[in-house]
């Protein structure tokens, strides 16, 4: 369940496994491959590339999907594809807080099948029993044999799968990891929603982006960071945590009980309020909320060079006029070799994405796919 440990001597078995995970996530993100295409990508041997490969044939992870395209000269070579249904990951979605969703994935991300269970306002061990209940009816309905199980959960959550603190749900050093674990035979793995979200935006959003982040704007917001590839959890796990940053001093009073967070401005609940309020056009509440979003990000996108920022939210809120003034608030407050090849896009997939961060957290604990 941790997230990755200090530097170790290179055993014998630690660099097999680093190379197992490495033809994996070669193989996930530019697959179908020749063995001789993967030696040249990785490093490794042929030598080592075909024994890695047959190994995980045997498991049933890749398979051989035919020759290559005729046109070169000799044998032509037999390429290698990762099985997206060699295992599926039992994804939880505890975000939203009127229901908990679940569904089975596959290693692709696509959904097999999916269930939401109305939380019927429960709060403390109440909403565990549910979420307990419904990985285990999950795992126990898959077909496919279960790599493990995610869960992006609201609230800050440590790497060890303790949700420190979830108001939404009244939990406080809830083992959430451990909880699960107990009724299902796989590992277990919890983040906080958003940097499940940010996982997400990683490894099945645009490849090759190593530094961004992605911000979640809904009932409050959140947003998840990942810098060279690793995802920012800080010393106490609230890296990201935006939303409660002053934007207005004499703004409404939000929940947090002072005034003029930034949830007060862009989160939904608000956002709609003040457009039903209907006293000035929509496009200027959208307007304002993108601005506010911006001004808070700018200081964050040039401190971390960050390289693409992935918006997720209702659609009729963050495309289009949002978004817009999202991004020229970052470029008016930043320089501009700073926003040069800087992207702002709203997310693939924005109402799965935290069903795809559980998969993506899975694959990445116990695959080494990221
Ligand atoms: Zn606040």
């Not at 807080?97 to 429960?122: K, Q």
């Not at 959550?157 to 809830?174: K, L, Q």
């Not at 645009?206 to 409050?220: E, F, H, K, S, Y």
């Amino acid at each position: 369940m941790s997230a990755g440990r200090g530097a170790e001597k290179a055993l014998p078995a630690h660099t097999r496994q680093a190379n197992r995970s490495l033809i994996l996530r070669t193989l996930f993100h530019n697959d179908p491959m020749s063995r001789a295409d993967l030696a040249r990508a990785t490093d490794l041997t042929r030598v080592s590339v075909s024994r890695i490969v047959d190994d995980l044939s045997a498991e049933g992870l890749v398979h051989e999907s035919g020759p290559s395209p005729e046109g070169r000269v000799g044998k032509p070579s037999t390429l290698i594809a990762l099985n997206p249904d060699s295992y599926h990951v039992v994804a939880l979605d505890l975000s939203a807080h009127a229901e908990i969703t679940g569904a089975i994935m596959n290693l692709d991300g696509d959904i097999v099948h999916s269930v939401s269970v109305p939380t019927d306002g429960a709060r403390g061990a109440a909403v565990l029993v549910k979420v307990c209940a419904l990985a285990s009816a999950l795992v126990k309905r898959s077909t496919v044999r279960v790599l493990g199980v995610g869960v992006g959960s609201p609230g800050v959550v440590g790497t060890d799968g303790v949700v420190r603190e979830a108001v939404a749900f009244d939990w406080h050093d809830v083992d959430v990891a451990a909880a699960v674990a107990a009724v299902v035979p796989v590992p277990v793995h919890v983040a906080n929603d958003a940097n499940a979200a940010a996982l997400a935006a990683r490894t099945y959003g645009q490849p090759g982006v190593d530094n961004l982040a992605l911000v979640r704007i809904g009932q409050g917001i959140g947003s998840g960071v990942i810098v060279g590839g690793v995802l920012v959890t800080g010393a106490r796990f609230t890296a990201g945590e935006i939303g409660h940053v002053l934007v207005d001093e004499g703004g409404e009073v939000c929940r947090c009980g002072r005034r003029g967070c930034l949830e007060v401005v862009a989160a939904v609940p608000y956002i709609r309020q003040h457009l039903a309020d209907a006293e000035t056009s929509s496009d200027d509440v959208l307007a304002e909320a993108g601005r506010a979003l911006g001004r808070v990000l700018a200081p964050v996108v040039a401190a971390l060079g960050l390289e693409q920022v992935v918006l997720s939210g209702p659609l009729d809120i963050v495309a289009g006029v949002f978004l817009d003034e999202t991004r020229a608030a970052i470029e008016h407050h930043s320089l501009a070799i700073v926003t040069d090849d800087f992207e702002i896009r709203v997310a693939v997939r924005g109402e799965d994405i935290v069903l795809l961060g559980g998969t993506a957290l899975v694959i990445a604990e116990q695959l080494g796919i990221r």
